[in-house]
């Protein structure tokens, strides 16, 4: 209840607290007075009434006017609300339309990306296609090239074994060249067998045994130095004293100084010498001639090393006659030394240095054939 209608009710309950002590108040001799209090009670009463009334009048009207401010008021704010939603729906709008556009943006970006992986796409398909013909081409190529290098390594082991008699370096081609068509597969099988029968004709060949030539070929330079000399050896007049006197016939002192010197030379090569009066030797004719000699004895190891080197069988042979003859002629053949050159010399002799190459220029026919004929 509001303030205006507990008033209204104050009012009319004073007014007849009033009148109830104005009726007690009243003597009962005065009645004028009482029906004057009775009017004026009802006066009263009335004017409570009418005051009641008018204030619930004004309290219907102010509850009206309240919930008209109220109405105006939810009015002001619905408005204000619905300007606000506006307003928010005009700006999420315009941000619709900004993501429109920029969806819009990003979808014609997909579409050229797209576009560009798909030609890309194709452009890997034309490189793979290229990529392909390329490898197959290579592999015919390939196949070409390895056909002909080993055609050429047959030829190859066919001058090693002409030219040089070079079996192991034979070999070794045959083997390269069989390794090249090993990755033809099928293709190559007959050119395999042809290396296969060309192989085995080699490896029947009995290699000579070049290390002990050599080795016994270094033994011998080795003991040159000490080789003895024969007895017996009478050198010539000192090729130098005549020279000397030849030249400066005068000169007393120089021809003295000669002798000497050629007299220790005599000394020092007779701790050399051994005597050996039953075979014929041939004379030095002075001690430059045995330094001569081991050089010619030298020369002739090294010749007969190269011609086992080449397989001369011929100037091996001439070589090896040469310093056998040299070492009887002019060194102590009953020192132990020449005994044991000489039987080196020997076992070289009976050394054969000359090989016959298997021919398999027929077995690689094949081979060459083949590789002339893609």
């Known amino acids: ?12 309950s004073a007014a007849l607290t009033q009148a109830d002590a104005t009726a007690d108040t ?12 009775v009017l004026a009670l009802i006066a009263v009463l009335v004017l409570a009434l009418a005051l009641g009334g008018m204030g619930w009048w004004g309290y219907q009207q102010l509850e009206q006017l309240r919930a008209a401010q109220t109405g105006l008021v939810e009015r002001s704010a619905l408005t ?9 729906l005009g700006e999420m709008a315009g941000r619709v339309s900004n993501l429109n556009e920029r969806v819009e943006t990003r979808l014609e970006s997909l579409a050229q990306m797209q576009n560009r992986v798909e030609d890309g796409a194709a452009a890997r398909r034309n490189l793979t296609d290229r990529v392909d013909q390329l490898y ?8 070409d090239w390895q056909g002909a290098e080993a055609a050429y390594l047959a030829r190859i082991a066919q001058h090693r074994l002409r030219f040089n008699a070079d079996v192991a370096g034979a070999l070794e081609a045959l083997e390269a ?27 029947a060949v009995k290699p000579i045994d070049q290390v002990e030539i050599n080795r016994r070929l270094t033994r011998i330079a080795n003991a040159l130095d000490q080789l003895p000399l024969a007895a017996g050896i009478a050198p010539a007049p000192a090729a130098d004293a005549t020279t000397a006197d030849s030249d400066n016939a005068d000169d007393q002192n120089a021809g ?5 010197a050629w007299q220790r030379l005599q000394q ?67 020192a132990q030394s020449v005994r044991q050159v000489n039987s080196e010399i020997e076992a070289l002799q009976a050394t054969s240095v000359a090989m016959e190459p298997p021919r398999i220029a027929a077995l690689l026919a094949p081979v060459i054939e083949g590789a002339d004929g893609r």
Not at 1 to 12: A, F, I, V, W, Y
Not at 80 to 88: G, I, P, S, T, Y
Not at 136 to 143: D, I, V
Not at 289 to 315: I, K, P, W, Y
């Open 26 to 37: 009243t003597t009962p001799p005065q009645p004028p007075r009482r029906i004057a209090g």
């Open 177 to 203: 060249a069989d390794r090249l068509l090993a990755g033809l597969g099928g293709a190559a099988v007959d050119r395999r067998e042809a290396l296969a029968a060309a192989t085995n004709q080699l490896l």
């Open 256 to 260: 003295s100084r000669l002798d000497r």
């Open 268 to 334: 020092g090569l007779g701790e050399l010498v051994t005597i050996s009066r039953e075979r014929a030797v041939e004379p030095l004719p002075d001690s430059r001639s045995r330094f001569l000699l081991q050089q010619n004895l030298m020369l002739q190891v090294e010749t007969a090393r190269l011609a086992a080197l080449q397989g001369e069988s011929e100037t091996y042979q001439q070589a090896l006659s040469q310093m056998q003859q040299w070492v009887e002629s002019y060194f102590d053949s009953a």
């Open 136 to 143: 197959r081409r290579m592999q015919a190529e390939r196949a």
């Open 80 to 88: 204000a609300l619905e300007r606000d939603q506006q307003d928010r």
């Open 1 to 12: 209840m509001t303030d205006e209608t507990k008033q209204t009710n104050s009012t009319e």
